[in-house]
Each structure stands twice: as structure tokens, then as C-alpha cells.
């Protein structure tokens, strides 16, 4: 017994007629009057009984009509929920975001989801290294990593090149647009802990250029970091999107450093065994999307994308 034989059934049934439901369904009445013969020989009872007037259910019939009406509307449902599902996808959805990065993408992100309504977000805050051992682990569905170096379990796809800037306090700078590396060295410096990527790029564009400089304090979060700047205790380099909020309303100023550009990369990261679901492929989608709205709309700058 199959669908198919089902919808025949119940044609035939509704029409008390085995050559008007062949016309309705558009098969000849012998394919149809063999698929009939098969499923009564599946059930070991006849489904019908057949006279020059046209066919009547027999009481096996009618409990077969009662099951097959339901088993069909069953059919369509899923159908529905599964089409629904492909357009609207529904679920819970985990990704990774760097601190610096989430202070841009978070709240756009789960603005975008919410008038969606069908997909619950959980962000978890992690450093990259550990965003992408919990990918290839299967315990997040997306992440956005940064300066990541292939690895198994995981595919990236690079998505932008942020600068780092100098940050510093406004009073501090003056009128100046850009600085020398030599005058970042000068004065004293807070920066990111190792292995942080950001620390790298600076001590090895200071140690190219034979430059020593005063380190005054590491701080391994972006938020205490800039809070550290805002008092004046020393100078950082950070990208846009780790002190965007402080740079708009006036708290620090971020200049680039003349005739010396460092960058990080920022990456989508998933993995490359575990198919993502239709809501985690939304979500990804939707992190691209924001991304370049943000670009676009200068609320992310000194940026290059890519990919």
C-alpha cells in the first residue's frame, strides 16, 4: 500500500465511479483497476463492490476511507511544514563573535532576527582560537574569527580586512589626522595580551622599524582596554569596530599610522563536516549582509571587504 494507491482509493470513492476517476486523474481505467486489484491484495479484502451502476465501499472500505483521508491530509501537512520550513527556517542558532566584532554585529543581528521570529539566537564571546575548536567541534553552528589559520573541522570564508588604528584620548592628539610609528613608540602604550593578534602585528611592526616603546599595561579584554584609554593612562591600537560607540560620542579618537597599514582578517567560520542547518545558513547569511550594510553606510569604517 502507497500513497499513490491511496489517492486512487479515495478518488474512486468519492466519485462512485472507476471510469470518471480514471478521467479525473488522468490514467487509463486498466493501470487504474490494477492498482486497485494490488492494493486489495495487500489488505486481503476487497475495498469495493462493483455492479453496472459504478462501485460502493464495502464496510473494509470504509474503514480504509477513514484512515486514507487522514493518512493524505498527514501527507500535505508535511509537505507544508517542510516547505515552510526550507522558506522560514525555525530553531536555535549558536555562533561565536570576538568582542571587538560583536560590539558591531551583535545588536544589528539579533535586530534582524527578532522581526523574523522564528529563530533564537545564542551568542557566546570567546577569543577566535576558541571559536573555531568549538566549530569543528559541533558546539557552535557559526563563528566569526579572526586572522585564522586553516585547521581541521573547519571552513573559513574571509569576509573583510579591518585596519587598527591608534586610540587614544582626544585631548591628547590635537589636530593631528594620522601619527608616525615613531610617535606611537614615544608615548606610553596599553595593549591587548598575547597571543592576541592585534599584539603581534604591533610588536612586530615596532621591532622592524628598531623602535622600543613603554609598556605601561596589558589588558586582555576590549572593553577594559578602551576604558583604560579613556583615563589617560596610555595609547592602543584596536580596529573601528572595538571603539566605535566610544569614537561617536567623543570619548577617544582613532588615527591611522602613516605610510604603515596592519590589518586583520575577519572570517565566517563553519564546519566542514557538519551540514549547517536552515537556520544556521540564514543566520550566516544575515552576518554577511550586515556587514556590508555597515560598510556601506560608514558606520563601519577603514575597512576593505573581501570574498
Same mark, same amino acid.
Given at each position: 500500500?502507497?500513497?499513490?494507491?491511496?489517492?486512487?482509493?479515495?478518488?474512486?470513492?468519492?466519485?462512485?465511479?472507476?471510469?470518471?476517476?480514471?478521467?479525473?486523474?488522468?490514467?487509463?481505467?486498466?493501470?487504474?483497476?490494477?492498482?486497485?486489484?494490488?492494493?486489495?491484495?495487500?489488505?486481503?479484502?476487497?475495498?469495493?463492490?462493483?455492479?453496472?451502476?459504478?462501485?460502493?465501499?464495502?464496510?473494509?472500505?470504509?474503514?480504509?476511507?477513514?484512515?486514507?483521508?487522514?493518512?493524505?491530509?498527514?501527507?500535505?501537512?508535511?509537505?507544508?511544514?517542510?516547505?515552510?520550513?526550507?522558506?522560514?527556517?525555525?530553531?536555535?542558532?549558536?555562533?561565536?563573535?570576538?568582542?571587538?566584532?560583536?560590539?558591531?554585529?551583535?545588536?544589528?543581528?539579533?535586530?534582524?532576527?527578532?522581526?523574523?521570529?522564528?529563530?533564537?539566537?545564542?551568542?557566546?564571546?570567546?577569543?577566535?582560537?576558541?571559536?573555531?575548536?568549538?566549530?569543528?567541534?559541533?558546539?557552535?553552528?557559526?563563528?566569526?574569527?579572526?586572522?585564522?589559520?586553516?585547521?581541521?573541522?573547519?571552513?573559513?570564508?574571509?569576509?573583510?580586512?579591518?585596519?587598527?588604528?591608534?586610540?587614544?584620548?582626544?585631548?591628547?592628539?590635537?589636530?593631528?589626522?594620522?601619527?608616525?610609528?615613531?610617535?606611537?613608540?614615544?608615548?606610553?602604550?596599553?595593549?591587548?595580551?598575547?597571543?592576541?593578534?592585534?599584539?603581534?602585528? !604591533?610588536?612586530?611592526?615596532?621591532?622592524?622599524?628598531? @623602535?622600543?616603546? #613603554? %609598556?605601561?599595561?596589558? /589588558? *586582555?579584554? $576590549?572593553?577594559? +582596554?578602551?576604558?583604560?584609554?579613556?583615563?589617560?593612562?596610555?595609547?592602543?591600537?584596536?580596529?573601528?569596530?572595538?571603539?566605535?560607540?566610544?569614537?561617536?560620542?567623543?570619548?577617544? !579618537?582613532?588615527?591611522?599610522?602613516?605610510?604603515?597599514? @596592519?590589518?586583520? #582578517? %575577519?572570517?565566517?567560520? /563553519? *564546519?566542514? $563536516?557538519?551540514? +549547517?542547518?536552515?537556520?544556521?545558513?540564514?543566520?550566516?547569511?544575515?552576518?554577511?549582509?550586515?556587514?556590508?550594510?555597515?560598510?556601506?553606510?560608514?558606520?563601519?569604517?577603514?575597512?576593505?571587504?573581501?570574498?
Amino acid at each position: 500500500m502507497d500513497i499513490k494507491q491511496l489517492k486512487y482509493f479515495i478518488s474512486i470513492a468519492d466519485l462512485g465511479s472507476m471510469t470518471r476517476a480514471s478521467e479525473t486523474l488522468n490514467i487509463a481505467q486498466p493501470a487504474l483497476t490494477q492498482q486497485i486489484a494490488k492494493l486489495e491484495s495487500d489488505l486481503r479484502t476487497r475495498v469495493f463492490d462493483r455492479s453496472t451502476s459504478g462501485v460502493k465501499l464495502t464496510p473494509a472500505g470504509e474503514v480504509l476511507y477513514r484512515y486514507a483521508k487522514s493518512i493524505l491530509k498527514q501527507v500535505h501537512d508535511a509537505r507544508l511544514a517542510v516547505s515552510d520550513e526550507d522558506m522560514h527556517p525555525t530553531g536555535k542558532v549558536m555562533i561565536g563573535i570576538p568582542g571587538s566584532t560583536g560590539k558591531l554585529l551583535s545588536v544589528p543581528l539579533l535586530q534582524k532576527l527578532k522581526k523574523q521570529g522564528r529563530i533564537l539566537l545564542e551568542i557566546v564571546e570567546r577569543p577566535s582560537a576558541e571559536l573555531q575548536a568549538l566549530v569543528a567541534s559541533g558546539k557552535l553552528d557559526v563563528a566569526v574569527v579572526v586572522d585564522a589559520a586553516p585547521g581541521r573541522g573547519i571552513a573559513l570564508s574571509p569576509i573583510l580586512l579591518e585596519e587598527l588604528l591608534v586610540i587614544a584620548r582626544r585631548d591628547s592628539i590635537g589636530q593631528r589626522h594620522s601619527l608616525t610609528l615613531k610617535e606611537l613608540a614615544e608615548n606610553p602604550l596599553v595593549l591587548p595580551s598575547w597571543p592576541s593578534t592585534i599584539r603581534q602585528r !604591533i610588536d612586530m611592526a615596532l621591532m622592524d622599524a628598531q @623602535l622600543t616603546y #613603554e %609598556l605601561v599595561g596589558e /589588558v *586582555s579584554a $576590549t572593553d577594559m +582596554l578602551v576604558r583604560v584609554v579613556r583615563a589617560g593612562i596610555g595609547w592602543t591600537l584596536l580596529p573601528w569596530s572595538a571603539v566605535s560607540d566610544d569614537i561617536n560620542r567623543g570619548h577617544v !579618537i582613532a588615527l591611522p599610522i602613516q605610510n604603515l597599514t @596592519l590589518r586583520r #582578517e %575577519l572570517a565566517i567560520c /563553519v *564546519s566542514d $563536516t557538519l551540514p +549547517l542547518s536552515n537556520a544556521a545558513q540564514l543566520v550566516r547569511e544575515n552576518i554577511i549582509e550586515i556587514v556590508k550594510d555597515l560598510i556601506s553606510s560608514k558606520q563601519w569604517m577603514r575597512v576593505e571587504p573581501v570574498g
